[in-house]
């Protein structure tokens, strides 16, 4: 059965380690520079792209890759929007509420998750691939939720200074 796990889901639970690892971070500090609100996208992002890779290599369809994809955009982009944004002297201060914190940590959770049932799919038979597909697909909607949310949240720095 380890034959089945190779390099790629080592590589998807340390990216995903290091996006839970990474939001954590974030919510502990009351400043957060504009490559922090990227980090743990970047490393959602990794992930997403693995489990994406492992899919459509094995015949699932692209189309619905693109619509998590656009979900994904859509969700980020209304909550980057919906974040109080305070600035002070020297540097853009992200007011985020408790509730935000915890949903954030929760998206950075569930990217941990997709790629925990891909590697467990991996050991399992092949009943298991309905649910690998939905964890890339899901994977994919945090990851972009993240990055949108990230750059939603860049644009607002800029124009709002």
């Known amino acids: 059965m380890i034959r089945n ?94 509730g935000a914190k915890l949903v954030l940590l929760y998206v950075a959770l569930g990217v941990g998750l997709c790629a925990s049932l891909e590697i467990a799919g991996a050991f399992a038979s092949p009943a298991i691939e309905k649910v690998r597909l939905w964890a890339a697909l899901s994977a994919a909607v945090c990851a972009v939720a993240m990055l949108a949310r990230a750059l939603v949240l860049t644009i607002r720095l800029h124009h709002d200074v």
């Not at 520079?33 to 959602?44: I, T, V």
Request: hydrophobic share 60%; proline share 4%.
């Open 5 to 98: 796990l190779t390099l790629v889901h080592v590589l998807l639970a340390l990216a995903s380690a290091a996006c839970i690892y990474l939001v954590v971070r974030e919510l502990r500090r009351p400043y957060v520079s504009q490559w922090r609100l990227f980090a743990p996208g970047a490393a959602a992002a990794f992930v997403a792209a693995g489990l994406f890779l492992i899919q459509t290599a094995a015949g699932q369809p692209l189309w619905a890759f693109i619509v998590s994809a656009i979900i994904g955009l859509v969700i980020g982009g209304v909550r980057g929007m919906m974040i109080g944004l305070q600035h002070d002297l020297y540097r853009p201060q992200l007011m985020i509420s408790h």
